[in-house]
T-cell receptor, first 115, second 113 residues
Framework: KAGVTQTPRYLIKTRGQQVTLSCSPI?????VSWYQQTPGQGLQFLFE???????NKGNFPGRFSGRQFSNSRSEMNVSTLELGDSALYLC??????????????FGNGTRLTVT | GNSVTQMEGPVTLSEEAFLTINCTYT??????LFWYVQYPGEGLQLLLK?????DKGSNKGFEATYRKETTSFHLEKGSVQVSDSAVYFC????????????FGSGTKLNVKP
């Protein structure tokens, strides 16, 4: 069974640009979550989608947005990039639904560098 | 609110030493608890989980017991190997908020031969 796939693995962007990251969840998983990982802040929750609806949102500015498609694939967009957006962005999928003890399965992440 | 606190690293041990990584949590409701491991250049992998008080999760020689009375979920392994060198994250999932997970800051483990 294929795992969570994130593309691209690496991105280098300039301040002010925008970027789109993609995530394909494990087959059968309907929930997709996004996390930002930095050395200083650790893992911070961005948002979670289930059946194309955003169910949870973390404390990030509106420049960070996402969406989920009918096949459960998800994209995350960051507009007007800032140097502080440099981070590893992790996508995680799970069955979702009311089974809150369903673990997250993570992809290998997209490393975004903003110069 | 919900939060997870785990011991600061790095933790440096010799091969075959006993490992404990402390994790305590604050939660409303009845969370499930998890340990994840991250190897360099990779995402997080689920190591073990426990869904209710007194449950013990175990995998690959690692164990952790869900202690409601002390709000703890400490990770232990009797004999570590060099290949266990990684960053370990304690996490809880909010039973009232579906898939919202809260992660600790991570503890880096270095095992020397």
């Amino acid at each position: 069974k294929a795992g969570v796939t994130q593309t691209p693995r690496y991105l280098i962007k300039t301040r002010g640009q925008q970027v789109t990251l993609s995530c394909s969840p494990i087959s059968g998983h309907r929930s997709v979550s996004w996390y930002q990982q930095t050395p200083g802040q650790g893992l911070q929750f961005l948002f979670e989608y289930f059946s194309e609806t955003q169910r949870n949102k973390g404390n990030f500015p509106g420049r960070f947005s996402g969406r989920q498609f009918s096949n459960s694939r998800s994209e995350m967009n960051v507009s007007t990039l800032e140097l502080g957006d440099s981070a590893l962005y992790l996508c995680a999928s799970s069955f979702g639904g009311r089974t809150y003890n369903s673990p997250l399965h993570f992809g290998n992440g997209t490393r975004l560098t903003v110069t | 609110g919900n939060s997870v606190t785990q011991m600061e690293g790095p933790v440096t041990l010799s091969e075959e030493a006993f490992l404990t990584i402390n994790c305590t949590y604050t939660a409303t409701g009845y969370p499930s608890l998890f340990w994840y491991v991250q190897y360099p250049g990779e995402g997080l992998q689920l190591l073990l989980k426990a869904t209710k008080a007194d449950d013990k999760g175990s995998n690959k020689g690692f164990e952790a017991t869900y202690r409601k009375e002390t709000t703890s979920f400490h990770l232990e392994k009797g004999s570590v190997q060099v290949s266990d060198s990684a960053v370990y994250f304690c996490a809880l999932s909010d039973g009232d908020n579906f898939n919202k997970f809260y992660f600790g800051s991570g503890t880096k483990l270095n095992v020397k031969p």
